[in-house]
């Protein structure tokens, strides 16, 4: 059987190899069910929930949106289920060392992970892994949470002020300009993986463990450009640190109403959205998936949380476990082209 792979060739699940460590950890559904540690009891399983504190991992670094996203969930579910919600920043692999204490969890629901549309489905169809053994198979789904939506920047310091000066310096130059993104599959990865298609532009791709660090090169001057996510760099076009080229949508976003989108560049046709999913360990009892989904949902609906989410861009994107099942074999079916272009680039 195969094994999800992140982007560095190793397998999801995989540990990287230290002097004190031996073995590996696999994301397969057999090795997932022959863990003693997840053979909970029947009396376990009728505990009320929850009876402890809840782990929740972040797959990427901090003062990224997901992390900005995952504090404001763990903080909500805090608060309704009545025991503290702790945040645990796991980068890396994209987004696969964060599922890897999750695959091992006892299936009781006090471990979950929040993870992007690119770690939870993109990458592992750019890794060519099978259905059966991807992230939306292998984890059990709780909800969506979030609409995330990416603006291509520059640094003010950059002599572009459009997207067409943008494009004309990257045709002019190939591989002389560099963009950042923080993870195969992300939304970010996405938005230039598909700019470069349909512009006819060739930079070279950096990338980080989490939008944050890559923001910080941009901010620097070590790299030329890339799309961020709206918590990510709405601060910053706020400041005039970065200078907004446009919005991969369809239409204008209202909360950049003077910038344009791709289309109106030259990039006609250009949309990329994505989304953020929590999830935890299968098997886990659909009591507690519903009761987690609850919290979820009621966070999501408090107007401070509402408010918040708005003040970067964001939209909240509530979803049963169902539809959050339904929407990601949607999207597996809509990004494989994508993804696969992606894997015969890096042969």
């Known amino acids: 059987m195969r094994h999800l792979k992140g982007i560095s060739g190793r397998r999801y699940g995989e540990r990287p190899k230290k002097p004190q460590h031996s073995g590996s950890v696999k994301m397969t559904r057999r090795s997932f069910l022959a863990t003693p540690v997840l053979l909970a009891s029947r009396a376990d399983a009728q505990q009320p929930f929850p009876a402890r504190s809840i782990r929740l991992l ?16 763990a903080n909500g579910m805090a608060e309704i289920l009545g025991q503290p919600v702790v945040v645990e920043n796991r980068g890396g692999a ?3 060392l964060a599922m890897e204490p999750v695959l091992r969890a006892a299936p009781d629901g006090h471990t979950l992970v929040i993870n992007n549309m690119g770690a939870l489905l993109v990458n592992p169809l750019v890794q060519n892994t099978p259905n059966e053994q991807q ?9 969506l949470v979030a609409d995330v939506l990416t603006v291509l920047v520059t640094s003010k310091d950059r002599p572009w002020r459009s997207l067409s000066d943008l494009l004309s310096a990257a045709r002019a130059n190939p591989g002389g300009l560099s963009w950042g993104h923080p993870g195969v599959g992300s939304s970010p990865w996405l938005a230039a993986l598909l ?11 950096v990338p980080y463990r989490g939008g944050g660090p890559a923001m910080v ?19 910053h076009i706020q400041t005039g640190a970065l200078r907004a080229m446009g919005v ?52 999501l609906a408090q107007p401070g949380a509402i408010a918040q989410l708005d003040s970067q861009g964001i939209a909240p994107l509530y979803t049963t476990p169902e539809e959050f099942s339904r929407i990601g074999k949607a999207d597996r079916v809509k990004w494989r082209p994508i993804a696969q272009l992606a894997n015969r680039a890096s042969q």
């Open 135 to 143: 992230p939306l198979e292998i984890l059990e789904p709780i909800a």
């Open 248 to 299: 991969p949508l369809l239409s204008r976003m209202p909360h950049l109403p003077d910038v344009p989108t791709l289309a109106e560049g030259g990039v006609s046709g250009f949309e990329v959205r994505s989304w953020f999913g929590v999830m935890t360990t299968k098997g886990t009892p659909r009591s507690v998936v519903e009761s987690l989904n609850a919290a979820i949902k009621q966070t």
């Open 217 to 235: 090169d941009l901010l620097a001057g070590r790299l030329d450009f890339m799309f961020a996510t709206t918590p990510t760099c709405f601060p």
């Open 195 to 205: 700019l470069s298609q349909m512009a006819d532009v060739r930079a070279i791709g």
């Open 58 to 73: 972040v797959g990427a670094a901090s003062a990224g949106s997901l992390d900005f996203v995952g504090r404001l969930i």
């Open 94 to 96: 994209q987004g696969a």
